[in-house]
Protein backbone atom coordinates (compact mmCIF):
# COMPACT_ATOMS: atom_id res chain seq x y z
CA UNK A 1 0.00 0.00 0.00
CA UNK A 2 1.27 3.34 -0.43
CA UNK A 3 2.04 5.53 2.55
CA UNK A 4 1.46 9.03 1.19
CA UNK A 5 -1.15 9.73 -1.39
CA UNK A 6 -2.13 12.67 -3.51
CA UNK A 7 -4.93 12.23 -5.38
CA UNK A 8 -4.59 15.63 -7.37
CA UNK A 9 -2.02 15.40 -10.38
CA UNK A 10 -2.70 19.09 -11.89
CA UNK A 11 -4.37 22.40 -9.70
CA UNK A 12 -5.23 25.92 -10.65
CA UNK A 13 -5.48 28.57 -8.82
CA UNK A 14 -6.72 32.23 -9.43
CA UNK A 15 -3.55 34.27 -7.88
CA UNK A 16 -4.47 35.59 -4.54
CA UNK A 17 -7.15 33.46 -3.92
CA UNK A 18 -6.31 30.35 -1.33
CA UNK A 19 -5.95 26.79 -2.29
CA UNK A 20 -5.74 23.58 -0.44
CA UNK A 21 -3.90 20.67 -2.02
CA UNK A 22 -4.54 16.68 -0.58
CA UNK A 23 -2.51 14.13 0.96
CA UNK A 24 -3.21 11.15 2.68
CA UNK A 25 -0.79 8.80 4.40
CA UNK A 26 -0.87 5.12 5.83
CA UNK A 27 1.41 4.43 9.22
CA UNK A 28 0.59 2.27 12.01
CA UNK A 29 3.61 3.86 13.77
CA UNK A 30 2.17 5.85 16.22
CA UNK A 31 5.23 8.48 16.33
CA UNK A 32 5.35 10.15 12.56
CA UNK A 33 5.69 13.63 11.04
CA UNK A 34 4.29 14.79 7.82
CA UNK A 35 5.91 17.18 5.83
CA UNK A 36 5.18 19.40 2.74
CA UNK A 37 7.78 20.62 -0.06
CA UNK A 38 8.01 22.72 -3.03
CA UNK A 39 9.83 21.63 -6.24
CA UNK A 40 10.24 24.51 -8.77
CA UNK A 41 11.18 23.71 -12.25
CA UNK A 42 14.87 24.24 -11.43
CA UNK A 43 14.53 20.79 -9.21
CA UNK A 44 15.41 21.72 -5.67
CA UNK A 45 13.50 20.44 -2.65
CA UNK A 46 12.04 23.14 -0.46
CA UNK A 47 10.67 22.56 2.71
CA UNK A 48 7.65 24.11 3.87
CA UNK A 49 6.13 23.17 6.54
CA UNK A 50 6.04 19.87 9.11
CA UNK A 51 3.32 18.74 11.55
CA UNK A 52 4.42 16.17 14.01
CA UNK A 53 1.87 13.42 14.74
CA UNK A 54 1.33 14.22 18.20
CA UNK A 55 0.64 18.12 17.92
CA UNK A 56 -2.36 19.88 19.02
CA UNK A 57 -2.24 22.08 16.84
CA UNK A 58 -1.59 22.50 12.87
CA UNK A 59 1.15 23.62 11.77
CA UNK A 60 1.26 27.49 10.10
CA UNK A 61 4.26 29.19 8.19
CA UNK A 62 3.37 32.13 6.83
CA UNK A 63 0.82 31.84 3.83
CA UNK A 64 0.78 27.96 4.59
CA UNK A 65 -0.74 26.14 6.77
CA UNK A 66 -1.13 22.32 7.49
CA UNK A 67 -4.48 20.85 7.96
CA UNK A 68 -3.85 17.81 9.92
CA UNK A 69 -6.58 15.26 10.41
CA UNK A 70 -5.29 12.63 12.60
CA UNK A 71 -8.52 10.44 12.55
CA UNK A 72 -8.64 10.31 8.45
CA UNK A 73 -5.01 9.95 8.41
CA UNK A 74 -4.74 13.42 6.12
CA UNK A 75 -2.21 16.28 6.03
CA UNK A 76 -3.32 18.87 3.57
CA UNK A 77 -1.82 21.46 2.50
CA UNK A 78 -3.54 25.09 2.23
CA UNK A 79 -1.90 27.91 0.63
CA UNK A 80 -3.37 31.25 1.52
CA UNK A 81 -2.86 34.61 -1.01
CA UNK A 82 -1.45 32.29 -3.96
CA UNK A 83 1.35 34.37 -5.64
CA UNK A 84 2.58 33.56 -9.43
CA UNK A 85 5.48 32.15 -7.91
CA UNK A 86 3.83 29.24 -5.94
CA UNK A 87 3.63 27.40 -9.14
CA UNK A 88 5.19 24.63 -9.06
CA UNK A 89 5.67 20.53 -8.05
CA UNK A 90 4.32 20.05 -4.57
CA UNK A 91 5.18 16.71 -2.56
CA UNK A 92 3.68 15.81 0.52
CA UNK A 93 5.87 13.50 3.08
CA UNK A 94 6.28 11.34 6.05
CA UNK A 95 8.88 10.20 8.59
CA UNK A 96 8.01 7.38 11.02
CA UNK A 97 9.80 7.26 14.22
CA UNK A 98 10.25 3.57 13.84
CA UNK A 99 12.15 3.58 10.97
CA UNK A 100 15.35 3.39 12.01
CA UNK A 101 17.08 5.22 8.28
CA UNK A 102 14.03 7.84 9.24
CA UNK A 103 13.53 7.82 5.28
CA UNK A 104 10.90 9.81 4.12
CA UNK A 105 8.36 8.59 1.98
CA UNK A 106 6.80 10.94 -0.54
CA UNK A 107 3.99 10.97 -2.31
CA UNK A 108 3.70 11.63 -6.63
CA UNK A 109 3.02 15.12 -6.19
CA UNK A 110 0.53 18.09 -7.11
CA UNK A 111 1.30 20.53 -10.00
CA UNK A 112 0.05 23.66 -9.28
CA UNK A 113 -0.21 26.44 -11.60
CA UNK A 114 -1.15 30.06 -10.56
CA UNK A 115 -3.37 32.02 -13.11
CA UNK A 116 -2.44 35.48 -12.95
CA UNK B 1 25.52 28.51 5.99
CA UNK B 2 25.78 26.91 2.57
CA UNK B 3 23.18 24.54 1.85
CA UNK B 4 23.53 20.61 0.37
CA UNK B 5 25.59 20.78 -2.75
CA UNK B 6 25.56 18.31 -5.21
CA UNK B 7 27.91 17.87 -8.42
CA UNK B 8 27.69 17.53 -11.22
CA UNK B 9 24.39 19.07 -11.90
CA UNK B 10 23.57 17.31 -15.12
CA UNK B 11 25.67 14.42 -16.32
CA UNK B 12 24.56 12.19 -19.71
CA UNK B 13 26.26 8.67 -19.73
CA UNK B 14 26.24 6.15 -22.96
CA UNK B 15 24.81 2.96 -21.78
CA UNK B 16 27.26 0.55 -19.82
CA UNK B 17 29.21 3.50 -18.58
CA UNK B 18 29.81 3.68 -15.13
CA UNK B 19 29.32 7.62 -13.19
CA UNK B 20 29.97 9.19 -9.97
CA UNK B 21 27.71 11.38 -8.01
CA UNK B 22 28.98 13.81 -5.47
CA UNK B 23 26.80 14.99 -2.21
CA UNK B 24 28.51 17.91 -0.08
CA UNK B 25 25.86 17.86 2.99
CA UNK B 26 25.71 20.70 5.40
CA UNK B 27 28.51 20.82 7.35
CA UNK B 28 27.65 19.31 10.82
CA UNK B 29 24.92 17.01 9.47
CA UNK B 30 25.14 13.65 10.89
CA UNK B 31 22.23 11.99 8.62
CA UNK B 32 22.83 11.46 4.90
CA UNK B 33 20.09 10.51 1.99
CA UNK B 34 19.99 9.69 -1.58
CA UNK B 35 16.67 9.80 -3.52
CA UNK B 36 15.91 8.65 -6.65
CA UNK B 37 12.98 10.60 -8.36
CA UNK B 38 11.85 9.65 -11.73
CA UNK B 39 10.40 12.10 -14.56
CA UNK B 40 7.37 12.77 -12.59
CA UNK B 41 7.12 10.84 -9.68
CA UNK B 42 7.91 11.74 -6.33
CA UNK B 43 11.47 10.92 -4.52
CA UNK B 44 12.41 7.31 -3.71
CA UNK B 45 14.51 6.32 -0.77
CA UNK B 46 17.80 4.71 -1.91
CA UNK B 47 19.90 4.42 0.85
CA UNK B 48 21.16 6.59 4.25
CA UNK B 49 24.18 7.24 6.63
CA UNK B 50 24.54 8.18 9.65
CA UNK B 51 28.31 9.37 9.67
CA UNK B 52 30.40 7.23 7.96
CA UNK B 53 28.15 4.08 8.64
CA UNK B 54 25.63 3.32 5.98
CA UNK B 55 22.76 2.27 7.96
CA UNK B 56 19.94 1.50 5.12
CA UNK B 57 20.53 0.72 1.64
CA UNK B 58 17.22 -1.46 1.28
CA UNK B 59 16.09 1.04 -1.36
CA UNK B 60 18.99 0.67 -3.74
CA UNK B 61 17.62 -0.68 -7.03
CA UNK B 62 20.56 -3.53 -7.97
CA UNK B 63 24.19 -4.12 -6.99
CA UNK B 64 24.67 -1.66 -9.68
CA UNK B 65 24.59 0.99 -7.22
CA UNK B 66 26.81 1.54 -4.84
CA UNK B 67 26.83 4.36 -2.35
CA UNK B 68 29.78 5.79 0.22
CA UNK B 69 30.87 8.33 3.25
CA UNK B 70 34.34 7.05 3.96
CA UNK B 71 34.80 10.84 6.05
CA UNK B 72 31.38 11.05 7.33
CA UNK B 73 30.94 14.14 5.17
CA UNK B 74 31.08 14.53 1.70
CA UNK B 75 29.22 11.08 -0.13
CA UNK B 76 29.64 9.53 -3.40
CA UNK B 77 26.62 7.37 -5.53
CA UNK B 78 28.16 5.82 -7.48
CA UNK B 79 26.00 3.32 -10.53
CA UNK B 80 28.13 1.07 -12.46
CA UNK B 81 27.15 -0.14 -16.29
CA UNK B 82 24.22 2.24 -16.10
CA UNK B 83 21.02 0.97 -18.30
CA UNK B 84 18.70 3.73 -19.72
CA UNK B 85 16.17 2.81 -16.69
CA UNK B 86 18.96 4.71 -14.19
CA UNK B 87 18.00 7.64 -16.15
CA UNK B 88 16.27 10.17 -13.12
CA UNK B 89 17.38 13.21 -11.05
CA UNK B 90 19.00 11.82 -7.39
CA UNK B 91 18.85 13.85 -4.59
CA UNK B 92 21.10 13.81 -1.81
CA UNK B 93 19.65 15.39 1.55
CA UNK B 94 20.99 16.14 5.05
CA UNK B 95 18.96 15.85 8.52
CA UNK B 96 19.28 18.58 11.16
CA UNK B 97 16.55 17.56 13.52
CA UNK B 98 13.04 16.75 11.83
CA UNK B 99 13.77 18.31 8.29
CA UNK B 100 15.27 17.14 5.58
CA UNK B 101 17.50 20.14 3.42
CA UNK B 102 17.62 18.79 -0.03
CA UNK B 103 20.22 19.79 -2.73
CA UNK B 104 19.71 20.54 -6.38
CA UNK B 105 19.74 16.97 -8.04
CA UNK B 106 21.69 15.46 -10.70
CA UNK B 107 19.62 14.97 -13.83
CA UNK B 108 21.47 12.02 -15.28
CA UNK B 109 20.24 10.64 -18.65
CA UNK B 110 21.70 7.34 -20.16
CA UNK B 111 21.48 7.13 -23.80
Known amino acids: AQKITQTQPGMFVQEKEAVTLDCTYD???????LFWYKQPSSGEMIFLIYQGSYDQQNATEGRYSLNFQKARKSANLVISASQLGDSAMYFC?????????????FGTGTSLTVIP | GAGVSQSPRYKVAKRGQDVALRCDPI?????LFWYQQALGQGPEFLTYFQNEAQLDKSGLPSDRFFAERPEGSVSTLKIQRTQQEDSAVYLCASRQRSEQYFGPGTRLTVT
Open chain 1, 27 to 33: TSDPSYG
Open chain 1, 93 to 105: AMREEANTGNQFY
Open chain 2, 27 to 31: SGHVS
